[in-house]
């Protein structure tokens, strides 16, 4: 069966500043999907970041990058010049490469973003 | 814009009632889901359908069934709630194609007392 692993249940960063979260999947198909949310106080979960298996070139959205090293089984998610929008919390999550998109989530890692 | 629309935002319900949460997509998505989401354990998929009439079991499904007669809409029933069914609530949709990411609702907060 696949998981996946946030190891940090939270984590702080200042203003303007870089941080990374981490995530690590276990799978044994070849064909899957990698996926980053941010689910902020009003509860809405929103796409970050997705990231297709198959290619290996790193996703970007703006400030927002992921680091996927699929022989490590590693996921993990780069916000560049930090802002206080950016406090949430985030899921990563892994998809099969079938058509119901059910997709497995991580526990979350909760982001601070200090002024 | 997709839009997930789950019907009610908190619920508080007493133990051993049925309890219904109503979940509507407007983008003809093919795909729908519920999960449950508890500090600590992330989200866990109760159950999917990727069709009209048609479900599936997730993770959790004991003590929750489904319905979908309609392809926009998508409920969960709690056939007689119990406590440890005191969580959050987040219904999906997405379309019927590899890959297609997931769009939530906001969530419906339920507690059984």
């Known amino acids: 069966a696949q998981t996946v692993t946030q190891s940090q249940p939270e984590m702080s960063v200042q203003e303007a500043e870089t941080v990374t979260l981490s995530c690590t999947y276990d799978?044994?198909?070849?064909?899957?999907?990698l996926f980053w949310y941010k689910q902020p106080p009003s509860r809405q979960m929103i796409l970050v970041i997705r990231?297709?298996?198959?290619?290996?070139q790193n996703a970007t959205e703006n400030r927002f990058s992921v680091n996927f090293q699929k022989a490590a089984k590693s996921f993990s998610l780069k916000i560049s010049d930090s802002q206080l929008g950016d406090a949430a919390m985030y899921f990563c999550a892994w998809g099969g490469g079938g058509a119901t998109n059910k997709l497995i989530f991580g526990t979350g890692t909760l982001l601070a973003v200090q002024p | 814009d997709v839009k997930v629309t789950q019907s009610s935002r908190y619920l508080v319900k007493r133990t051993g009632e049925k309890v219904f949460l109503e979940c509507v997509q407007d983008m003809d998505h093919e795909n729908m889901f519920w999960y449950r989401q508890d500090p600590g354990l992330g989200l866990r998929l109760i159950y999917f359908?990727?069709?009209?009439?048609?479900?599936e079991k997730g993770d959790i499904p004991e003590g929750y069934s489904v319905s979908r007669e309609k392809k926009e809409r998508f409920s969960l029933i709690l056939e007689s709630a119990s406590t440890n069914q005191t969580s959050m609530y987040l219904c999906a949709s997405s379309f019927g194609i590899s890959g297609s990411p997931l769009h939530f609702g906001n969530g419906t907060r339920l507690t059984v007392t």
């Open positions: 799978t044994s198909e070849s064909d899957y999907y």
């Open positions: 359908s990727y069709d009209v009439k048609m479900k």
């Open positions: 990231q297709e298996a198959y290619k290996q």
